[in-house]
């Protein structure tokens, strides 16, 4: 009987060897020129597709890049319009200042002028 399994496993590996080799000539790959083509084509496509994806890139970082740019421009002239208003306010505030100090310095000056006066007036009557 082991006779019998022997021949059974040569038979079925023989068979199996047949429909491989079948099924490997039916399935079997391009040839070296075809496969080669292909290769060709799909690394052009894949470059392609790198190439435009590396180019999108570049153009989304330039649009952020131009509008960190437009962003600070406005910033800047917005800081250069806050710092003009802050000037003017200083102006105003030191123009106010002076004025109370020129009318304080006057009403001491007339209050001096008044109490010399009324000393004169008081040592003219004695």
């Not at 079997?28 to 075809?34: D, F, L, Q, T, V």
């Not at 799909?42 to 740019?69: D, F, N, P």
């Not at 003017?88 to 030191?94: D, H, I, Q, S």
């Not at 200042?97 to 004169?120: F, H, N, P, Q, W």
Request: hydrophobic share 35%; aromatic share 8%; proline share 1%.
């Amino acid at each position: 009987m082991s006779e019998g399994r022997d021949f059974d496993f040569l038979k079925g590996l023989l068979v199996g060897s047949l429909i491989g080799a079948a099924m490997g000539i039916l399935f079997a790959p391009r040839s070296g020129k075809e496969t080669r083509e292909d290769i060709r084509r799909k690394s052009h496509y894949i470059y392609s597709k790198a190439r435009e994806e590396y180019e999108e890139a570049v153009e989304r970082s330039k649009r952020a890049y131009e509008g960190a740019v437009e962003r600070l421009k406005e910033f800047q002239a917005t800081a250069k319009r806050k710092a003009a208003e802050a000037e003017e306010k200083v102006e105003e505030l030191a123009d106010k200042g002076k004025d109370a100090l020129d009318d304080t310095k006057s009403r001491i000056k007339k209050a001096i002028d008044a109490g010399v006066e009324a000393y004169k007036e008081e040592k003219g009557k004695s």
